[in-house]
């Protein structure tokens, strides 16, 4: 029988806790607190394993729900233009990997701020941002969801 | 050149020729020991050191303790040393020379050796002397660095004053006599202490952001757009909360403030909002209190009193932002650069407390919602 992932990791977790571990001295403090932090980050990603490609996806989704809804606030000059056809190239885009589309549409977001704000388009500036906020915070939520097992989220690890 | 403090300007031009080196190595225990005796038989001869060891802890140096015996006499000190990347993009001479301005004045570690240019040890270096006390109750072993770290009852009555009374002492600092060649102090206009801090920010997220993430940008647009005015230029720790300071456990006595790094010139606005972010204090019974040291009301009146300076709380909404804007950059930015170039001896740390990114991230986007809906 092939080993599973489990398996595997299961085996690194053991070795870590019960051979490596108790071989290094009292005295050996970052190296016993790597090996917690190994330890606690391979559990980590064991429990998320199964839900990992439904995260990405998720957060590509999200990306692209929020450059659409920028791609339909209505005010946006000349100084913008490249900018807005750029991001709507990037959104058209299904090649790669998940959060490599994600990165590009995120890219081109940012291109699109960078461009309202030094042209000085103010108002279009200000409706981007109203649109972004409320979606940035919705994916913050979840991505604070995620990352709740870490154990620095007081209001999330609860 | 970014427009910000001169060294700290020649500080973010150098880090970018250091990008391309290759992966840091943890220096080798055995090889610092040697280091240490030839560094003190150049300047101490007869003294020897022993008892050499590794620390742990912090997120952004590489520390080893150690005993200096002279004369039958030991003494135990710190050797604190940059690895390539860090958490934090700081310069030793600037701490050096704070912890020495602070020195009789404050609770704080004597810095007794500096190797700014790494003549002698392989990175630059300094070395203070070992502070006895705990910067988290023994029995609190979960918490990292400070995030979560719960005083209780009565310790946090009994640390609270001192703590905003040093904090008075480093706000109401006369640093315009102090010795301190390496800080320029940002007179040229009202605005120029804040800007200087947005553009050093600014430019250490423009090199190191591993992802452009939209809320980010926002902020940092909002923040060079709205810099208020500083009224009076103080000694910003720059990183002043529960977890960076040492005190005694029997009577709760501080005897060290730490963690100087980050200290510049600027406005006191920006302690105060870092000492009361959500991250760093503690939710107990629907109580916040920042630092698990008061709510912020009585955080903010107790320190009005104890400095004299007023709080203004349009300022302290800015830096807010720009703390919650900052901390993104240390943990999402600095850190995870610094553990995808394999630059640092704690990449499995910072890969964790990269985590914490969209917390500010929230954080962010709720502030700056606010802002909008005005």
Known sequence: MNPSVDDRLNSVLRALQSVVLPALPESANLAREQIMLAMGHIQIIQ??????????????????????????????GEPSAAARAELETRLADKNGLARERAEAVREAIDALLLAAHAGDERDYHRRLAAAILPLGRARADKDRGWFAPMGFDSEKSA | MTDTEPLLASLLEERKARRGLPPYLPQDDRAVAALLQSWYDAREPGATVHDVARMGGGASREQFIFTLDRDGAPARYILRMDPTEGITETSRAREYEILRAFDGTLPVPKAVWLDIDADHFPCPAMIVEVVAGV?????????????????????????????????????NFDWASADLPSFTAPTDDPKQPTRWLIQFWKELLEQDAVTKEPVLRLATQWLEDNVPDCEKISVVHGDYRTGNYLFDERDGRITAILDWEMCYLG???ADLAWAIQPVFGSHIDGVFRGSDLAPPAQFLAEYEAASGNRVDRAKLHYFTIFNAW??????AALGMRAARQAHNHQDVLLTFLAATGPLFVDELARLLMMEESQ
């Open chain 2, 135 to 171: 910067t988290k109750p023994t029995s609190d072993q979960l918490s990292v660095t400070g995030l979560g770290t719960v005083l209780g009852d009565p310790l946090r009555d009994i640390v609270r004053p001192q703590f905003l009374d040093h904090l008075a002492t480093i706000h």
């Open chain 2, 267 to 269: 406005d006191l606005h």
């Open chain 2, 326 to 331: 900052k901390s993104y950059i240390l943990v």
């Open chain 1, 47 to 76: 429990a998320q394993r199964d839900a990992t490609p439904g995260y990405e996806e998720g957060e590509r989704a999200d990306i692209a729900d929020m450059a659409r809804a920028l791609l339909a606030v209505a005010g946006g």
